[in-house]
C-alpha cells in the first residue's frame, strides 16, 4: 500500500469520528505532552516564564502573576504594529475566569505543577523552602509520566484503532484497560520501551532506527493488552523490518502540515493535522499486520483482536463490550430515583461538599494557595446543594415533565436556566444584606452584572447533569444501605452543625482574600506570608 493510500484511508477515518478523535488528541496533548509541534509552538509563544523563575515564588511574586494571555496580545501588537489592543480585540476581553485559567495552565505544565504542591503544602505546612517544592514536583513528573501519559498512548492507539471500522466511536473507549494487571504490564511495556529507547538515543545512529523499530508497540498493546513486554517489544522490531523507511516517508509527508501547523499557533495542529496524522500511523499499522499476519511472522497469532480487522454490523454489543458490561452501564443510567427526605439531606450536603472542594482546589490550581472558599466557615458550600437539590426535585413533577428528563441536552438547559437563577439570587441576597460579594465575574466571557456568567453557567449545567444522571443515583443507593437509625442520625447532626455554621456567619461571615474581593494572586500570597510570619 502506498502512502497516499494510507493518508486517505486516514481520512475516511477521521469524517467518521471526527469530534472524537479531535478530542482525544486534544486530551493527549495537555495531558500526555504528544504533538511537540502544536504544544511546543504555543507555548513557547505564549508562555511567560521558566520553571526557575517559578521556583522563585517567595521572593518574586510577580513571576506567576502574568497571563499567558497577556504574551499574546503583546504578541499581536507587534504583529500589528499598534498599541492599542482594543483595535484587535472587536468582541469582550476576557480577563478573568477558568477558561482563561486553563488556557493559561495546559500551556505551562511546570508552573502549573508548582502551584498545586505549593498550595497542597500551604495547607498543612511551611512550603516556603524551593527545594521541598523542586523534589516534590520532579517526583511527582516522572510518576505521572510512567504511570499516566505513557498509557494513555495506548488509550488512544485503541480508540483510533476501532474508528477505523466503527462508525461514531464514543470517547469512552479510551478506557483500553479492563482491568488492572493489563494496565501495570502496559506500563511495565511502556517504560522499557523508553528505557531502551533512551540506551539507544546513547549511539545517535542507533537510537534513530530504534526510534522507528518501536513505534507499533502501543498500537500492539492496545490491540492485545496481554501480550507480555518483551514480546510486544519483539514484534515490534519483526514486523518494522523493511518498513522503517516507509514509516520515515510517511513522516516526511506530513512536513507541509507541521509548518501550517507552527504558523497557525497550533490551531490547525488541534482541529486537523494531530487527528489525522494519527490516524495516518494507526492504518500504516493495520497495513503492516495484515501483511504480517498472511505470511505468518513470528508471533503473529497475538495479534488476535478479529473485531479489528472485521467490521459485523449484527453485533448486539460495542466491540470489546460484553453483556454484562453492558447492562451494568445501562443501570448506572438508571435516574428515575425515589429519593426520601434523609437521602436529600444527605444528598444536600454531598453536592455543597463537592462545591466546596471543586473551589477550594480551582484556587490551589490558580495560585498555589488554600483558599477556605465560602460564606460559611464549615468545608461545604450551600449554593451548590440547592442547586443539586432543585434540580432532582425535577423527577417528583407530573410524568409529561419527567420525559424531559430522556434527553440531556434539554435537561443541560433546563439547569443553566435553573442554576442561573438561583446563582444571581443568591449573589443579589448576599451583597444587600452583608454588603460584600462573594464572587465576581466582571471579565468574564458573557457574564451579567458580574453574578453570573457563560463558562460558569456552563460548568453547572454539565454538573447538574452528572449529578442527576450519575452521582445521586449512585449516592442513592449507598444511602439506601444504611441502616435507618444511622441514616436519620447523620442527617440530624449534620443539619445541625449546619445551622450552627449559619447562625454564627450570619454575623461573622468568612471573608478574606480570595474569598470577598478579587482574590488577585500577588495579594492572596502576601496576606498567606503575613499569616505565616
Not at 495546559?106 to 503544602?121: N, P
Not at 477556605?372 to 446543594?385: A, E, K, Q, S, T
Not at 425535577?394 to 430522556?406: C, G, I, R, S, Y
Not at 454588603?435 to 466582571?442: C, F, H, P, Q
Request: proline share 2%.
Amino acid at each position: 500500500m502506498k502512502n497516499k493510500d494510507i493518508r486517505k484511508r486516514a481520512r475516511e477515518t477521521l469524517k467518521k469520528n471526527y469530534f472524537t478523535l479531535v478530542f482525544v488528541c486534544l486530551i493527549m496533548m495537555i495531558f500526555a505532552g504528544s504533538y511537540a509541534t502544536t504544544f511546543n509552538g504555543i507555548k513557547n509563544v505564549l508562555r511567560d516564564d521558566s520553571v526557575a523563575e517559578s521556583i522563585k515564588l517567595e521572593t518574586e511574586v510577580d513571576s506567576l502573576s502574568s497571563s499567558n494571555l497577556d504574551i499574546t496580545s503583546s504578541v499581536l501588537k507587534t504583529i500589528f504594529k499598534t498599541d492599542n489592543i482594543d483595535e484587535i480585540y472587536v468582541e469582550e476581553k476576557v480577563t478573568a475566569g477558568l477558561f482563561r485559567t486553563i488556557f493559561d495552565g495546559i500551556t505551562h505544565l511546570e508552573q502549573f505543577l508548582f502551584r498545586v504542591v505549593k498550595g497542597v503544602l500551604d495547607a498543612f505546612v511551611n512550603a516556603n523552602k524551593a527545594i521541598v517544592l523542586v523534589i516534590i514536583v520532579l517526583l511527582f513528573q516522572l510518576l505521572y509520566r510512567v504511570f499516566v501519559a505513557k498509557p494513555l498512548k495506548v488509550c488512544q492507539a485503541r480508540v483510533f484503532l476501532e474508528s477505523r471500522i466503527y462508525h461514531k466511536t464514543p470517547f469512552k473507549r479510551i478506557a483500553a484497560f479492563s482491568n488492572f494487571k493489563d494496565y501495570f504490564r502496559t506500563v511495565k511495556t511502556i517504560f522499557l520501551v523508553d528505557l531502551f529507547q533512551m540506551l539507544w538515543d546513547l549511539t545517535i545512529i542507533g537510537g534513530i532506527i530504534k526510534r522507528y523499530s518501536y513505534r507499533l508497540v502501543p498500537m500492539i498493546v492496545a490491540e492485545n493488552p496481554k501480550v507480555k513486554s518483551f514480546e510486544a517489544i519483539k514484534l515490534s522490531e519483526d514486523m518494522m523490518k523493511g518498513k522503517k523507511w516507509k514509516l520515515f516517508l510517511l513522516d516526511l509527508s506530513f512536513t507541509f502540515y507541521m509548518i501550517m501547523d507552527i504558523a497557525t499557533l497550533g490551531i490547525l495542529g488541534v482541529l486537523g493535522f494531530n487527528p489525522y496524522y494519527t490516524a495516518s500511523i494507526v492504518e500504516f499499522y493495520t497495513f503492516v499486520k495484515i501483511e504480517y499476519i498472511d505470511k505468518k511472522g513470528k508471533g503473529f497469532e497475538l495479534l488476535n483482536d478479529n473485531k479489528l480487522l472485521n467490521n459485523d454490523n449484527n453485533l448486539e454489543c460495542y466491540p470489546g463490550v460484553t453483556r454484562k458490561e453492558k447492562k451494568k452501564m445501562d443501570e448506572m443510567f438508571h435516574y428515575y430515583q425515589k429519593y426520601t427526605l434523609s437521602s436529600l439531606i444527605l444528598l444536600f450536603f454531598t453536592f455543597a461538599f463537592i462545591g466546596w472542594l471543586w473551589e477550594v482546589l480551582l484556587y490551589v490550581y490558580k495560585d498555589g494557595i488554600f483558599v477556605n472558599r465560602g460564606v460559611l466557615h464549615g468545608p461545604w458550600l450551600p449554593i451548590y446543594g440547592a442547586g443539586g437539590v432543585v434540580i432532582l426535585f425535577l423527577l417528583f413533577l407530573p410524568k409529561k415533565f419527567k420525559k424531559l428528563m430522556d434527553n440531556p441536552i434539554l435537561t443541560f438547559f433546563i439547569v443553566v436556566l435553573l442554576c442561573g437563577i438561583i446563582e444571581y439570587t443568591t449573589s443579589w441576597y448576599l451583597e444587600v444584606s452583608q454588603g460584600l460579594r462573594w464572587w465576581d465575574y466582571t471579565g468574564n466571557f458573557l457574564n451579567l452584572n458580574g453574578r453570573i456568567c457563560f463558562e460558569g453557567l456552563a460548568f453547572f449545567g454539565l454538573g447538574g447533569c452528572i449529578c442527576l444522571y450519575i452521582v445521586a443515583p449512585h449516592m442513592q443507593e449507598v444511602f439506601s444501605k444504611m441502616k435507618p437509625k444511622l441514616r436519620n442520625i447523620l442527617c440530624i447532626v449534620l443539619v445541625l452543625i449546619f445551622l450552627v455554621d449559619v447562625a454564627y456567619s450570619f454575623n461573622n461571615p468568612n471573608v478574606g482574600a480570595g474569598i470577598t474581593d478579587d482574590g488577585s494572586h500577588n495579594q492572596i500570597i502576601e496576606e498567606t506570608l503575613k499569616e505565616a510570619k
